[in-house]
């Protein structure tokens, strides 16, 4: 378990993409995305990775991509947001009671890492969502962030079927919930509506709202 490092290079893969990048895009930020947000959040949601021309390029978890767009505008909705759209980091977007992380902080090739990126960024996941409060929610984005989340808290994969919508129990009164990613493709092709997406994100204000009570 250690905190974010943004110049780690354990993934030989994503560190020489990443070289690449920055050789093929010099005013991008080409490293490893930092978590954004309070790390004393209540809401702790955890994306993929960052995609290659928007948190790659930004520095900034969903900013300046797709995915972004109706995320930040929820969060906006539900009050856990500043402002309803991200588009760098210094545009003045700040969080409420949020903070936005990765399964894997570095982009890889094709958004898709493999499961040693995985287990290998994990110590830096581990660090993010042991640090959750008590009664705090983590809402995984699509299947492999909640089985990084599983694997961060040492929480058997057989016991936490992902599905979109679903609640699954915590230690220390926490809930992890699970929603398909608002990737480009999942939201054009309506896997995931906006509907879909602010029903799960209300459900996390709402357990957070009743704990507070």
């Given amino acids: 378990m250690e905190p974010f490092d943004p110049d780690c290079t354990l993934c030989p893969r994503l560190a020489t993409y990443l070289a690449k990048a920055r050789a093929a895009h010099p005013d991008y930020h080409a490293h490893p995305v930092p978590p954004f947000g309070d790390p004393a959040a209540r809401l702790l949601i ?13 520095g900034r978890p969903f900013t300046g991509d797709h995915a972004g767009i109706l995320l930040y505008a929820t969060l906006h909705e539900l009050g856990f947001a500043s402002q309803s ?3 760098s980091r210094d545009d003045g977007l700040k969080l409420h009671d949020c903070r936005i992380a990765n ?9 898709k890492p493999l499961p040693a990126e995985v287990r290998t960024c994990n110590r830096y996941l581990q660090w993010e969502v042991t640090r959750v409060p008590r009664g705090g929610v983590i809402l995984a984005l699509g299947r492999t962030a909640h089985d990084a989340v599983l694997m961060a808290l040492d929480r058997p994969r057989s016991r936490h079927a992902f599905a979109h919508g679903a609640m ?3 230690p220390g009164e926490r ?14 092709t309506r896997r995931l509506t906006s509907e879909m997406f602010r ?12 704990h507070s009570q």
């Fill in 46 to 58: 955890v994306g993929l990775a960052p995609g290659f021309h928007g948190a790659n390029r930004t």
């Fill in 199 to 210: 029903t799960v994100l209300g459900h996390a204000r709402q357990l957070l709202d009743k």
């Fill in 168 to 170: 699954h129990e915590l």
């Fill in 175 to 188: 809930r992890l919930l699970d929603s398909y990613h608002c990737s480009r493709y999942n939201t054009q």
């Fill in 85 to 87: 759209e991200a588009i």
């Fill in 103 to 111: 399964a894997v902080n570095c982009v890889p090739p094709e958004n």
